[in-house]
């Protein structure tokens, strides 16, 4: 289904950011077409609209361009994080084409950027991304294109974005891998794990994990898409059910000399 898409103008591009490593973020959409049905960003901007919508309404701001190029110059150089509650390269940008010109101001004025996506358009610019001061993660939450057919609907298949990483990865560009949320039950066995340590080691990526979350609006999507099987994740959400994959990622990480750490501490 081709969601609704909107254009509205924004009075500021950049703001700050409370986010672990991050001094700002600049977010160019609200709303996102990939819809993961674990997405937690309605329970953070709760807008109606969001309610039962998240996947199908996508608002552009059509001036962040415009509004970025003046605020850059005169807020001090730091670390960007670039679409922090949408994907930066979900299918709407691919008319839009902000990340391109974000990415180019960005550079020119000193900031840093970092970046994370499920999409294989960012290969577009794999031009321009590039040098020590841009990182890019790729969300990788299985291989198994069953799963992500179920759970990120509209993100580019697993196939693709091992092969966007691997072409940022021979650019030699910083990249690593987000292996999350982490689902019990579902993209927590041996094999899954095993296969995106090796991935990260191929790639020279690190590794960030996390946990599923349940939240509110969240428990409702998850309920409505997934009927029965979401009693199956809601009977393993105890911390010993995460402790054991957290320590198979740990130990494959320290086995494969990836470096792993907890997205959130
Ligand atoms: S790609 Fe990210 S922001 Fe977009 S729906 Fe999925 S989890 Fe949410």
């Known amino acids: 289904m081709v969601p609704n898409y909107s254009r509205i103008r924004c009075r500021s591009a950049i703001s700050k950011s409370n986010l672990p490593g991050l001094e700002y973020t600049i977010n160019p959409y609200i709303g996102c077409e990939h ?12 807008r109606k609209e969001f309610l039962n919508g998240w996947g199908e309404i996508v608002y552009a701001k059509e001036n962040i361009v415009e509004v970025l190029s003046k ?9 960007v994080g670039y679409s922090t509650i949408t994907d930066p390269y979900q299918p709407y940008e691919k008319k839009m084409c902000f990340a391109r010109k974000v990415i180019e101001m960005l550079l020119q004025n000193n900031f840093r950027i970092s970046f994370q ?10 031009d321009i991304i590039g040098g020590d001061r841009v990182d890019v993660g790729f969300t990788i939450t299985s291989l198994d294109e069953e799963f992500t057919k179920k759970f990120e609907p509209n993100a580019s298949p697993p196939e693709e974005r091992v092969q ?3 072409a940022f990865s021979e650019k030699k560009v910083k990249t690593w891998i987000f292996y999350g949320p982490i689902i019990c039950g579902f993209n927590d066995d041996d094999e899954t794990v095993k296969n995106i340590i090796s991935l990260a080691k191929r790639t020279g990526s690190y590794l960030m994990y996390d946990k599923l979350r349940l939240k ?18 809601r009977s393993h959400m105890m911390e010993d059910d995460f402790r054991k994959v957290y320590y198979k990622v740990i ?15």
């Open 164 to 166: 966007a990483l691997e």
């Open 251 to 265: 130990k494959l990480g320290r086995e494969y000399n990836v470096k792993v750490e907890p997205a959130f501490t």
């Open 71 to 79: 605020e850059v110059r005169y807020i001090k150089p730091g670390v």
């Open 117 to 126: 996506t499920k999409s294989s358009l960012i290969l577009r610019d794999l």
């Open 35 to 46: 819809g993961c049905i674990y997405c937690y960003v309605p329970d953070v901007i709760r």
């Open 216 to 233: 509110p609006i969240l428990s409702k999507r998850m309920e409505k898409h997934l009927g029965e099987e979401f009693d199956k994740i």
